[in-house]
């Protein structure tokens, strides 16, 4: 199982909408997809249709209490699960407060769903609390969603330290993996010269021991769409609401960017154990 976390501190620089539609497109392409929905306002849950007000237990029951994963996932289509969010989560930060281990609920609850998912994806809240430590101590990987202008990079750095210090105190695994550039107006001199900014700032990192030195910045580019900022209001993904659209289109080759690259991951692992063996035997 693949897990992720999508992650950025400022809003409106298009995280809900690529969590949503990022993961109907791997749905759409076979593979099993589980989608926790950890923002109190509940937009991933509301954008596919799940209303708040069901009488059903939540993320929020997930971390309050004794509620596993398995009871609170809801399907909203084929290969496409949700374990929806709901206000009362807000509180979980207070509630928490006292509670020993509250870093790694999450964690070890979705351990427990490994082998029900090939991938995982967790829309966390825009901010840096318990909740998103949750998210950062239960995955693999992270994905910046970033907006191509000058004020979106701010506070880039206050989130590459929280993803250092988390992979060095609470998971060792933890590593910036993708950076997706959302809302992107490709005929802008601004949007390339940040782009290409964000290209050097990372490419100077590949030669540390970061745990963002691996990061892939994706050829996709998920462009400023007017379909895309509709959909929710229909309760749909893109691909439902829209599927000729620009916004589907660049979400499919998103979703097949993902996938290749994790399949390359996936053979230079086996490439480098092979070659172990070699060198043992």
Not at 128 to 151: K, M, R, Y
């Amino acid at each position: 199982m693949r897990s992720i976390a999508i992650i950025n501190q400022k809003g409106g620089v298009g995280k809900t909408t690529t969590a949503v539609n990022l993961s109907a497109a791997l749905a759409a392409s076979g593979h099993r997809v589980g989608l926790i929905d950890l923002d109190p306002q509940a937009h991933a849950s509301l954008h596919l249709g799940l209303s708040p007000m069901q009488e059903l237990p939540t993320v929020y029951d997930l971390l309050t209490s004794e509620v596993k994963l398995a009871e609170i996932w809801q399907s909203v289509g084929e290969n496409l699960k949700v374990a929806s969010s709901h206000i009362d989560l807000a509180a979980a930060e207070v509630e928490l407060a006292g509670v020993v281990g509250r870093e790694v609920i999450l964690r070890d609850k979705l351990a427990l769903e490994r082998e029900q998912f090939d991938y995982v994806l967790i829309d966390c809240p825009p901010s840096l609390g318990i909740l998103t430590l949750n998210a950062l101590s239960a995955v693999d990987d992270v994905f910046l969603p970033l907006q191509p202008h000058f004020l979106a990079l701010h506070g880039l750095s206050k989130l590459l330290q929280t993803i250092d210090l988390v992979s060095r105190r609470l998971n060792d695994r933890l590593r910036l993996a993708g950076v997706i550039m959302c809302l992107y107006e490709s005929g802008t001199r601004l949007a390339a010269e940040v782009t290409s900014d964000v290209e050097s700032f990372f490419d100077e990192a590949a030669s540390t021991e970061s745990a963002w030195r691996d990061v892939h910045l994706f050829a996709s580019r998920i462009r400023r769409n007017i379909r895309l900022a509709e959909a929710p209001s229909f309760e749909q993904s893109i691909f439902s609401y829209s599927p000729q659209s620009a916004g589907a289109a660049d979400y499919r080759a998103l979703a097949d960017e993902v996938i290749s690259m994790y399949a390359a991951k996936l053979q230079k692992g086996s490439s480098e154990s092979l070659g172990e063996s070699r060198l043992v035997a």
